[in-house]
């Protein structure tokens, strides 16, 4: 049986690694095994913090709706539980939306609000 060698496989995937590693500083980008360790932690790094924003974003726009209810004269939760027993179905990322762009519009939700309680 002939023996088989991997020399392309090897430098094409050798190659790949190298390319990600390239914006790294010192022997991170220029030696391969480090340049390896460095890519799969990055990689990690991507994997778990793609699952992180979603979780960041959420509590940015509870920051942003608690500012503009508390203009309105309302706190977070108040404003939430009201908007539920008033039947209103708008998510975070909407109110958090209009709280910032929207102050008229966010007003009139907030005395929905206010009213259902």
Do not use: C
Not at 40 to 69: C, P, V
Not at 85 to 91: E, T, Y
């Amino acid at each position: 049986m002939p023996r088989v060698k991997n020399g392309v496989a090897h430098h094409a995937r050798k190659k790949k690694i190298m390319q990600a590693a390239k914006g790294a500083r010192g022997g991170r980008s220029k030696l391969y095994k480090s340049a390896k360790e460095n890519v799969e932690r990055g990689l990690a790094y991507a994997y778990h913090d793609r699952r992180k924003k979603k979780g960041n974003f959420r509590r940015l726009w509870i920051t942003r709706i608690n500012a503009a209810a508390r203009i309105e004269g309302l706190s977070y939760n108040r404003l939430m539980n009201g908007l539920r027993k008033a039947g209103v179905d708008i998510n975070r990322k909407v109110l958090a939306d209009l709280a910032v762009r929207d102050a008229d519009a966010f007003s009139k939700i907030a005395e929905v609000a206010k009213s259902a309680q």
